[in-house]
């Protein structure tokens, strides 16, 4: 496949078998939110391939804006962001109600939207209690002609009880109205270390639970090989499950979401200077079966030119697998 284009510039592509597969995992959602997830899956340089590329743009609410935008100024600009997804032929574009709001007219219909629902901040003191404020609603995301909610939920905090609930309404509303459903499955809080958080273990957990919570679309953070649970230790070698690099690990919370029946899509953590190394953990993740990343702070910091050359090459190194 060429993906100096997107493929689905100036004509309507019709759903491959690969898409049409996919859509078969999900045997109780009606054919708006279907459709919605077609949306997601044949838009841009990726369409039909059942890979996805999307761009995030929650860390201003998340980080602030000088440490989300300062280093690449036009990022202030909401349009900027919607442009850029727009032009690097992605899937979609996430952000929270403010932003989205921001551009709904200008890029109205030019790509896939995500309304993130909730959303934290570094002002915050909460810690064993990791929490997000919800911030938008469904109705928001119907006027903005989202084909998505977004919604985090903390896995291990002494919140996520409630977290979960809060879930479970707003997915509940959302697929009643023809909408997919994001989970943001971020393991934090309650008694987890920072090496616990993307211990190996925890994360295919946490991307369990958001496919037990009813997600179409799970983001976690890429695994490490540390076994955080004692229990699971015990388990994960009786299992002889793989552990020893990346793409070992992602296969096993590829397999933990369904055995690969939902899709899950990792995260790009921390912004890196080298984009090299994005790139090589990019092709162990892809190795690994997943169906995509969601990159943010490493292609949005970056100068406009610099960003796209990088999404180019990861919408390649997915393109490949698929």
């Given at each position: 496949?060429?993906?100096?284009?997107?493929?689905?510039?100036?004509?309507?592509?019709?759903?491959?078998?690969?898409?049409?597969?996919?859509?078969?995992?999900?045997?109780?959602?009606?054919?708006?939110?279907?459709?919605?997830?077609?949306?997601?899956?044949?838009?841009?340089?990726?369409?039909?391939?059942?890979?996805?590329?999307?761009?995030?743009?929650?860390?201003?609410?998340?980080?602030?804006?000088?440490?989300?935008?300062?280093?690449?100024?036009?990022?202030?600009?909401?349009?900027?962001?919607?442009?850029?997804?727009?032009?690097?032929?992605?899937?979609?574009?996430?952000?929270?109600?403010?932003?989205?709001?921001?551009?709904?007219?200008?890029?109205?219909?030019?790509?896939?939207?995500?309304?993130?629902?909730?959303?934290?901040?570094?002002?915050?003191?909460?810690?064993?209690?990791?929490?997000?404020?919800?911030?938008?609603?469904?109705?928001?995301?119907?006027?903005?002609?989202?084909?998505?909610?977004?919604?985090t939920i903390y896995p291990g905090s002494d919140r996520a009880y409630a977290q979960m609930e809060?879930?479970?309404?707003?997915?509940?509303?959302?697929?009643?109205?023809?909408?997919a459903v994001v989970v943001w499955s971020y393991a934090r809080g309650g008694t987890l270390d920072?090496?616990?958080?993307?211990?190996?273990?925890v994360i295919a957990y946490a991307a369990h639970m958001a496919a037990l919570l009813g997600a179409?679309?799970?983001?976690?953070?890429?695994?490490?090989?540390?076994?955080?649970?004692?229990?699971?230790?015990?388990?994960?070698?009786?299992?002889?499950?793989?552990?020893?690099?990346?793409?070992?690990?992602?296969?096993?919370?590829?397999?933990?979401?369904?055995?690969?029946?939902?899709?899950?899509?990792?995260?790009?953590?921390?912004?890196?200077?080298?984009?090299?190394?994005?790139?090589?953990?990019?092709?162990?993740?892809?190795?690994?079966?997943?169906?995509?990343?969601?990159?943010?702070?490493?292609?949005?910091?970056?100068?406009?030119?610099?960003?796209?050359?990088?999404?180019?090459?990861?919408?390649?190194?997915?393109?490949?697998?698929?």
């Amino acid at each position: 496949m060429n993906v100096s284009t997107p493929i689905t510039s100036g004509r309507r592509l019709a759903i491959t078998p690969r898409v049409r597969e996919i859509l078969s995992w999900y045997e109780s959602d009606n054919p708006g939110t279907k459709g919605n997830l077609v949306r997601l899956l044949m838009t841009g340089k990726l369409a039909g391939t059942g890979k996805l590329v999307i761009l995030p743009v929650d860390q201003g609410f998340e980080h602030g804006p000088a440490r989300s935008f300062s280093v690449n100024a036009p990022a202030y600009d909401p349009h900027y962001h919607f442009q850029l997804a727009i032009d690097a032929g992605l899937n979609a574009y996430a952000a929270p109600l403010g932003m989205l709001e921001a551009g709904a007219d200008t890029f109205a219909g030019q790509i896939p939207t995500i309304l993130k629902m909730n959303s934290a901040n570094s002002l915050s003191r909460l810690n064993e209690d990791a929490d997000q404020a919800v911030t938008a609603s469904v109705s928001d995301a119907v006027r903005l002609g989202c084909s998505a909610i977004g919604f985090t939920i903390y896995p291990g905090s002494d919140r996520a009880y409630a977290q979960m609930e809060e879930l479970r309404e707003l997915a509940n509303e959302a697929k009643s109205v023809g909408l997919a459903v994001v989970v943001w499955s971020y393991a934090r809080g309650g008694t987890l270390d920072k090496k616990g958080e993307t211990a190996a273990d925890v994360i295919a957990y946490a991307a369990h639970m958001a496919a037990l919570l009813g997600a179409h679309i799970i983001k976690v953070k890429p695994p490490t090989d540390h076994i955080s649970l004692d229990a699971a230790k015990k388990a994960y070698e009786k299992g002889k499950i793989e552990l020893g690099t990346l793409t070992d690990r992602i296969r096993d919370v590829v397999k933990s979401c369904f055995n690969g029946r939902r899709i899950v899509i990792f995260s790009g953590g921390e912004a890196k200077s080298d984009a090299n190394a994005v790139l090589d953990e990019i092709k162990q993740i892809a190795a690994g079966g997943a169906f995509g990343s969601i990159m943010g702070r490493n292609a949005f910091q970056r100068p406009r030119d610099e960003a796209i050359k990088l999404l180019d090459d990861i919408i390649e190194i997915y393109a490949k697998a698929a």
